[in-house]
């Protein structure tokens, strides 16, 4: 199953795990499932003016990371 993660264009972090918070490093990032991932950003980006997104959720661009 393929981990995806968050970037967050307005705290330019990724979110991390459980979403309790961000960090800098992707090392360091919340890995989630697909839907789980989806959700949150959509629902973070629920309230914004049409076009505007700030939580990006995408596949995990480092699969082997340390220290999930």
Do not use: C, F, Q
């Not at 990032?29 to 505007?52: C, F, H, K, M, S």
């Amino acid at each position: 199953m393929e981990n995806w993660v968050i970037w967050s264009e307005e705290h330019g972090r990724w979110w991390m795990h459980d979403a309790m918070g961000y960090t800098p490093y992707l090392r360091l990032a919340g890995r989630y499932t697909e839907d789980r991932a989806r959700l949150i950003a959509d629902t973070a980006n629920r309230y914004l003016p049409d076009g505007v997104i700030n939580e990006v959720a995408m596949p995990d661009p480092w699969p082997h990371a340390k220290g999930r």
